[in-house]
């Protein structure tokens, strides 16, 4: 699950610097100046990430817990919006978030 994890994080990460809107050029990383809240959500992906990378599976299991938990809580239902009516980026962050909060419920009920 740690490798799922990663792959989620790390392809929400690449989501917030391709276009998100389909046809023109914003990405979520140019809006960094208008709002502190993009770092936020970048720092959300690259967190899980990081960990999933260099740390053992429970603490890279709670840093993901906390991560996807924020986007999942900031995005909610938006997530499959994004995925559904998005540009690349969007559809990316989107999937990223659903898919990892599903990785990460999935390694909190794993047995080791």
């Given at each position: 699950?740690?490798?799922?994890?990663?792959?989620?994080?790390?392809?929400?990460?690449?989501?917030?610097f391709l276009p998100?809107?389909?046809?023109?050029?914003v990405s979520l990383f140019?809006?960094?100046?208008?709002?502190?809240?993009?770092?936020?959500i970048v720092g959300a992906f690259a967190a899980p990430?990081?960990?999933?990378w260099r740390a053992p599976a429970a603490a890279a299991t709670l840093v993901a817990l906390a991560a996807f938990g924020y986007l999942g809580?900031?995005?909610?239902?938006?997530?499959?919006?994004?995925?559904?009516?998005a540009g690349?980026?969007?559809?990316?962050?989107?999937?990223?978030v659903?898919?990892?909060?599903i990785a990460t419920v999935g390694a909190l009920c794993q047995r080791e």
């Open positions: 699950m740690k490798n799922y994890i990663l792959g989620f994080a790390v392809l929400g990460l690449i989501g917030c998100l809107v389909g046809g023109g050029s140019d809006l960094h100046h208008l709002a502190w809240r993009t770092w936020l990430a990081v960990a999933a809580l900031r995005l909610g239902p938006h997530a499959v919006d994004l995925v559904l009516h690349i980026g969007g559809k990316l962050i989107g999937a990223a659903v898919g990892g909060l």
